[in-house]
């Protein structure tokens, strides 16, 4: 028996089709094999399609295994891909309204470059499967993951849509700051932002500034700076040439803005610029939180001005006012939290008059004590290995070595007879300091509890950093020019907002999302004379996880149509 279609033609020209039960029966007469119809289904515009697949399924229920197999008509199935992270992400891209904030700048440039779409996967791929541009079009959009549409994307159309994301990038991150807000209701009282190091693997630091374009200042173009210097590496990696990396970020771990400096640019030579940019994004009684790298005078006078608040952290052995009366000061301090104690110390009057505040936690003072003593106990061990030389003899190199040593120099001083022995007073010093640190600020209105549980969420940010470095894998960086450096950064700054999003809604880290989410793919087969790319069924825990994320099922289906033989 087979399902038989027949059609016949109306006197207006249209023609209605049948659907029919039948078997070929031979005919003795005729000695052929003739049709005969066992069921009339009726016209195929008027059947009940859901009705028919059900039969379908009830008659293939008595088969089983290869039987099951054997009564299907020669499906192949061809390839597979995932596909349950782009899905995620992309429409996640979509609620924040990217396409069209992307789309309205291309439209102001008159071009008909899918920008939208090329920025997209160049996203998705920094955090589903990290890789160069080459790698993400050749490879990646090719044949590692359903990507609709990738064929209309070459190798030009990334590099093109990274030199439009670098000249529109502050209204992007502007227009997607806003919309964010209100999408999330995103907290914005509190802006978190540091620095890190990015290094390259180059021997030679780029030349001079690159020249601005007529009528252009050098200022109101930053990407133009040749931004990879040598200078203080946050990684360990002062051999090689790099950029620093600023990032604002909400209480929550949403980033707000980014920037690149040049590799030789001080922490404190940035806040300017960070506040300028900052300026009029509505970000209401925002208080700007940074660590101890950003903290000097003129600083704290620009996050002043206009009524600027700020927390700050301070350093504790600079030999400041800080080492010589805040830390000095007596008082008891007060229990806040678990395992945090705070004690608040006012230095000078009127307007020269600055508050602190000293934090203390008992399980971190534990932590350093011990990781001292086993530094001190590696010292002793050095120490000992090591042949003293005679008074006016050099030192050996490993003696050198142990004096200009990060990790061992601070707890080591020489003789006058040039033996190195262990500074105990150095030491005792670093004991007192043992799970302490010191907060300042210019908002009165924030009790000394606000100030220490507000600058401990600044690890927002380290979290942000370590997600970057690691999951989304920001280096290395396979670009050269200024603009390119500055849009790849951008590039994982997108791609942290979304995982952000992501997070925030599942209650989950985005590498346990994603590995459920790899489970969903698309599948390509062909089934008689027609081809189809189905999504797979969502099983177990998946649309609840949908649920959460706030994103809608796949559609099941992607395209059906004739196979290429036929």
Not at 356 to 381: F, G, P, T
Request: proline letters at 4%; a positive charge; charged letters at 30%.
């Amino acid at each position: 028996m087979y399902l038989r279609t027949t059609q016949r033609r109306n006197a207006d020209g249209s023609v209605v089709q049948y659907h029919q039960l039948a078997e070929n029966t031979w005919d003795p007469k005729k000695r052929c094999a003739i049709a005969k119809v066992v069921y009339n289904f009726g016209r195929a515009d008027q059947l009940d399609r859901a009705a028919l697949q059900r039969l379908a399924r009830s008659i293939l229920r008595v088969f089983s295994g290869e039987d099951a197999l054997a009564a299907e008509p020669d499906v192949r199935v061809l390839d597979a891909w995932p596909y349950g992270g782009l899905w995620v992400l992309d429409a996640l891209w979509r609620e924040l309204e990217i396409p069209a904030v992307i789309e309205a700048h291309a439209r102001g440039q008159r071009t008909s470059q899918p920008f939208e779409r090329a920025l997209f996967a160049m996203v998705a791929n920094r955090a589903l499967s990290p890789s160069s541009k080459l790698g993400c079009q050749t490879r990646w959009l090719e044949s590692g993951v359903f990507f609709p549409g990738h064929e209309q994307l070459a190798l030009q159309h990334l590099y093109r849509a990274l030199d439009f994301l670098d000249r529109h990038k502050a209204a992007i991150e502007r227009a997607i700051y806003f919309r964010m807000a209100d999408l999330l209701n995103v907290d914005v009282d509190l802006i978190f932002y540091d620095t890190t190091s990015l290094h390259f693997e180059i021997d030679e630091e780029d030349g001079e500034e690159v020249p601005a374009a007529a009528g252009e200042a050098v200022a109101a173009a930053p990407s133009r700076l040749a931004l990879r210097r040598r200078g203080h590496s946050k990684n360990g990696r002062s051999d090689a040439p790099q950029i620093v990396i600023g990032l604002a970020v909400t209480r929550d771990g949403m980033p707000v803005r980014s920037w690149v400096f040049p590799g030789n640019t001080a922490d404190v030579a940035t806040v300017e610029r960070v506040k300028a940019d900052l300026h009029g994004w509505r970000l209401g009684r925002c208080v700007f939180v940074a660590d101890a790298g950003v903290n000097s005078a003129d600083n704290r006078r620009t996050l002043s001005l206009g009524g600027g608040k700020y927390i700050l952290s301070s350093r504790m052995r600079a030999g400041d006012e800080v080492t010589e009366q805040v830390l000095k000061r007596a008082g008891r301090y007060q229990q806040v939290a678990d395992n945090l104690e705070v004690k608040e110390v006012v230095v000078g009057d009127g307007e020269r008059r600055q508050r602190y505040v000293v934090c203390y936690n008992s399980h971190e003072a534990e932590r350093q004590r011990r990781h001292r003593e086993r530094r001190i106990s590696e010292l002793d061990a050095a120490l000992e290995s090591l042949r003293q030389p005679e008074r006016g003899a050099r030192h050996a190199k490993r003696a050198c070595a142990l004096l200009v040593s990060g990790r061992y120099g601070r707890y080591l001083r020489q003789t006058r007879r040039g033996v190195l022995k262990i500074d105990r007073a150095a030491i005792a010093a670093e004991a007192k300091l043992d799970g302490k640190w010191v907060v300042t600020s210019n908002d009165d209105t924030l009790s000394a509890e606000d100030l220490a549980l507000g600058y401990k969420q600044l690890m927002r940010v380290e979290q942000c950093w370590r997600t970057m470095k690691s999951g989304l894998r920001a280096r290395p960086v396979f670009h050269w020019t200024a603009p390119r450096i500055g849009a790849h950064i951008t590039l994982c700054v997108l791609a942290l907002l979304l995982e952000r999003i992501a997070e925030r809604r599942a209650g989950d880290t985005w590498r346990n999302i994603l590995a459920q989410l790899d489970t969903v793919k698309v599948v390509e087969y062909e089934r008689a004379d027609t081809r189809v790319r189905q999504t797979t069924e969502l099983r177990g825990p998946l649309p609840e996880l949908l649920r959460r994320l706030e994103v809608p099922q796949p559609p099941k289906l992607h395209h059906v149509g004739p196979t290429a033989a036929a």
